[in-house]
Structure formats: structure tokens, C-alpha cells
């Protein structure tokens, strides 16, 4: 009995994780767009410089994070800017995150209910159909505002002055479903965990984030 007991106590706790977790994760998409100088030889020991726009403290935030990703995809001699001499870089990567709202205006969800008569005159059909703009109508008009996510790495080699990769990663989420902590570190880390260093890619992809409470 008490067997019994502890495993239907255990069965129901699993069951509130499960129904916690799939409440506070969310499915989006994403795109990954990348081009790519073919020839060029990637050295994950050659020493790299992230940099951003100064005034830009958001991309200068996520800099850091990006300084995380990269080594863990085996780039075990990258920087930020400042901390080595820029002199010794042989590649820079710019990178910058920027956010805008879509326009609402051309994002509406909506249905309607209508009723019409059919006919054949001389084998073509023919409807006159009446559409009832009411009360159900109104109340099924949405409009969805939404936001537009992108994160961007310019990649240069210094000795060659020659630009060999750029990588933009987008995404497009529902206002306030989010914060935007949450999107760029995500979006940021897709992106690099996703580069493609011999060939040009372009793809959708789902992602996931944990919803805001």
C-alpha cells in the first residue's frame, strides 16, 4: 500500500513538471542566412577580436556572449576588443543585434461568416454571396503586433583586408511574449552553433525559448 502509495504521489508531481515545462516553453522560428568566401581556410587558433560599436551598448552586451559561443565551437584564441592589442588579430568579427517593431498594420488575423446562393448559367457558376459584418465579426478582428529580432557577424581577415564571412541570424516574435534578453541570447547562440564555415547557407529552423512570467 504504501508502494501504491509513493508511486502515485510520484506520478503526479512528474505530471505538474511536465505540465510546468511544456506551459513555459515555447516554440519559434528562426532564419540562418550565411555567404562565404570559399577558399578561405578557417584557423580556430588564429588570433580573433570581437568587436562592436561602442555607442551601441546593447551589441556591446552581447559581444560577451557571443566571446562564449565562439569558444565553445573551438575558437580557443578570441578576444574582445581591448583585451589584447589589435595589432595581433588576424581576423576581426563585428557583431551587432538590432530590434524593430514590425508594422501592425499589415498583421491581422480575422474571420468571417457568409452566406450566398449558387447557380449554373450556361455551364458556369454563378454566387452572390452576403457577408455579415456584425457583432461575431468584430469580436474575431486581431491585431498581432509583433517584433523583429536580428543578430549579424561581419568576419575580416586583417592581413589579406579581405571580408570572408557574414552570417545574419532573424527572428520575428509576438510582442511581450518574451523579453529581448531572451531572444538574443538565444537567437545569438542558434547562430553560432549553426555557422557553416565552407558554404553558403540559407534555412528556417524551429527554436525555443522559456516564456516571461
Given at each position: 500500500m504504501l508502494r501504491l502509495f509513493v508511486f502515485i504521489k510520484l506520478s503526479f508531481f512528474l505530471f505538474i513538471m511536465?505540465?510546468?515545462?511544456a506551459c513555459t516553453n515555447a516554440n519559434w522560428k528562426a532564419e540562418y542566412y550565411s555567404t562565404v568566401l570559399p577558399t578561405y581556410d578557417f584557423d580556430t587558433n588564429a588570433p580573433t577580436i570581437i568587436v562592436s560599436d561602442p555607442w551601441d551598448l546593447s551589441s556591446k552586451y552581447y559581444a560577451g556572449q557571443a566571446l562564449e559561443a565562439f569558444?565553445?565551437?573551438?575558437?580557443?584564441n578570441i578576444y574582445l576588443q581591448g583585451q589584447i592589442d589589435s595589432s595581433f588579430a588576424r581576423n576581426v568579427i563585428y557583431v551587432r543585434v538590432a530590434k524593430e517593431r514590425l508594422d501592425p498594420a499589415s498583421n491581422y488575423q480575422y474571420t468571417f461568416n457568409t452566406t450566398g446562393i449558387c447557380n449554373v448559367i450556361n455551364g458556369v457558376p454563378s454566387c452572390s454571396i452576403d457577408t455579415r459584418n456584425g457583432e461575431t465579426t468584430q469580436k474575431s478582428l486581431k491585431r498581432i503586433i509583433r517584433d523583429s529580432y536580428r543578430v549579424t557577424f561581419d568576419w575580416y581577415d586583417v592581413y589579406k583586408k579581405t571580408r570572408i564571412l557574414y552570417v545574419a541570424g532573424t527572428a520575428a516574435v509576438d510582442s511581450g511574449q518574451y523579453t529581448d534578453l531572451q531572444v538574443f541570447t538565444s537567437l545569438l547562440n542558434d547562430t553560432i552553433s549553426r555557422m557553416e564555415f565552407r558554404r553558403p547557407v540559407q534555412y528556417i529552423y524551429n527554436g525555443s525559448l522559456n516564456a516571461k512570467h
Open positions: 511536465g505540465f510546468f515545462v569558444k565553445k565551437r573551438g575558437f580557443n
